[in-house]
Nanobody, 117 residues
């Protein structure tokens, strides 16, 4: 059974930093394309950052230059480092995993990030 467990969310002041982690179990992590998504109240879930099994990275325009996604295959973990946080970054952040063959998508349970003074 594949499980994605996020950690690291919390409350931070505007301009602050926070790091999220997503630990994956139950499958071969190095084969997975990983990503972070977020959903704010009343809004659709949106892509924040993705990293393929080969290490190719994409960011949403809204976080480019402020967020960094990385993965550590030896620890079956993907990270999201967030800097210069803004109130509009407030959302539930979800870890996403895609196994390409056969195609299956997995989601974590989400972790709340609140940016507020």
């Amino acid at each position: 059974q594949v499980q994605l467990v996020e950690s690291g969310g919390g409350l931070v002041q505007p301009g602050g930093s926070l790091s999220l982690s997503c630990a994956v179990s139950g499958t071969i992590f190095s084969n997975l394309h990983m990503g972070w998504y977020r959903q704010a109240p009343g809004k659709q879930r949106e892509m924040v950052a993705t990293i393929t099994s080969g290490g190719n990275i994409k960011y949403a325009d809204s976080v480019e230059g402020r967020f960094t996604i990385s993965r550590e295959n030896a620890k079956n973990t993907v990270y999201l480092q967030m800097h210069s946080l803004k109130s509009e970054d407030t959302a539930v952040y979800y870890c996403n995993a895609i196994r390409p063959f056969p195609l299956i998508t997995y989601w974590g349970q989400g972790t709340q990030v609140t940016v507020s003074s």
